[in-house]
């Protein structure tokens, strides 16, 4: 499970968020995700207005060179307010001088460590460069490996040992990103985090939680996945709608009610529809149509997944097949100009489409450059004989001389 300190939908923490009491509410960033026309928007629950980041680069350029040392043991010094010590004290977890790591009190040895698929509790202050703290939490629990916190926290709490309190010094990338936190976090900002290992125990059995318990644990997932989609991580926000998926179909040995049943159903159309339109985002067009008829299986008259499904088949060049599928959304939802616009395009692609296909066969069935060529022959042979003719006289010929050996060996 993940952030037990967090309302489902109370905040889309920052690249890693981690449920505060005291943090700050949604801002503008943090996408009000079910518009009736913005088809490229996500599911949620809440509605408001905010800009559009659809257009967003990944956090995870792979391109990117390795930023310039930021001074990391001086700012390490100012969160933790401990002595400096030489560079041989930190850890490079990744090699490339953006992730950090110092323990401050060793813990209780390496067997101790926490594995990936545990939900971990741990102390946690961060601050930034300047020495300011952002976030406090005695007690933050999330799923280790399930990206539900700032990815700093998630690669290197399972390098810490039980009971380990370690400095973390983390460039944006692991942290808040290009965007930052509005408004304590600035873009870019570069993070002190001071971790203590309180506990790691294996998550729960999903076969026994109760109805209420997966549904909250499949949003907190799904929501999740809503702020990598809005970070334009698409990767990581369809690991968090898989992870939600994989929570909701999960056999259970406990009897839910109606109304759970509903509810679960709800949010698993959620989770597919968010997932078609981060699929379409990395042009896996296979995967999303996928996602979509899943949608459709359930709900066969559902705006969003047919709207998405139509995109893709154009997408494919499917055309013929794209423009009945809108058409159909069109006709749920006469007054929508997403809609509108989608259908116009293709329709005229399609129009487009047929004539390259009508100048095709033609040059394929004949070229009329070149009808006039027989004539020329006709003028230079006048006495040839049109095939067509000569086929059949030759025929006629064969017919002939068949018939006069059968009545011969009658005779």
Request: some cysteine; overall charge negative.
């Amino acid at each position: 499970m993940a952030a037990r300190g967090e309302e489902p939908g109370s905040r889309s923490p920052g690249r890693a968020g981690t449920g505060t009491g005291t943090e700050p509410a949604p801002t503008a960033r943090c996408a009000q995700l079910d518009t009736a026309e913005d088809f490229e928007v996500l599911e949620e629950e809440e509605e408001e207005e905010e800009e559009d980041l659809s257009e967003l680069p990944p956090l995870e350029d792979v391109g990117r060179p390795p930023a310039p040392p930021r001074g990391d043991t001086r700012a390490a010094e100012q969160g933790a307010g401990a002595a400096a010590d030489g560079p041989q004290d930190w850890v490079d977890v990744l090699g490339s001088g953006l992730l950090k790591k110092k323990t401050l009190v060793p813990g209780q040895g390496v067997d101790t460590r926490p594995r990936k698929g545990q939900d971990v509790t741990i102390r946690l202050k961060a601050t930034l460069e300047d020495g300011s703290v952002v976030e406090e939490n005695p007690a933050l629990t999330f799923t280790l490996g399930d990206c539900d916190v700032l990815q700093a926290l998630d690669l290197c709490v399972q390098l810490l040992e039980m009971g380990e309190t370690a400095l973390i010094v983390s460039d944006a990338k692991y942290c808040y990103g290009t965007q930052g936190r509005s408004p304590d976090v600035p873009p870019n900002a570069a993070l002190t985090l001071e971790v203590e290992l309180l506990a790691a125990r294996d998550a729960p059995d999903l076969e026994l939680l109760s109805g209420k318990e997966k549904i909250e644990l499949a949003n907190r997932k799904r929501e999740r996945g809503n702020f990598f989609y809005q970070q334009a991580d698409y990767v990581l926000a369809i690991n968090s709608y898989d992870i939600a998926l994989k929570v909701i179909g999960s056999s259970s040995k406990v009897d839910f009610s109606p109304d759970e049943e509903a509810e679960l159903l709800d949010v698993k159309v959620k989770c597919l529809n968010n997932l078609a339109a981060s699929q379409l985002k990395l042009d896996h067009y296979e995967a999303a149509l996928k996602s979509c008829n899943l949608v459709l299986e359930h709900q066969p008259g559902n705006i969003k997944a047919l709207f998405r499904k139509g995109k893709v088949l154009a997408q494919q060049g499917e055309y013929r097949e794209a423009i009945p599928i809108l058409k159909a959304a069109l006709k749920l939802e006469p007054s929508n100009k997403t809609i509108h616009a989608e259908l116009s395009k293709l329709v005229k692609k399609h129009a487009d489409q047929k004539n390259v296909e009508t100048e095709m066969y033609r040059k394929m069935l004949g070229n009329p450059s070149a009808a006039s060529a027989p004539g020329k022959c006709k003028d230079k042979l006048p006495w040839s004989i049109p095939w067509k003719w000569l086929f059949g006289a030759t025929a006629i010929a064969l017919g002939g001389v068949a018939l006069s050996v059968v009545i011969a060996a009658r005779n």
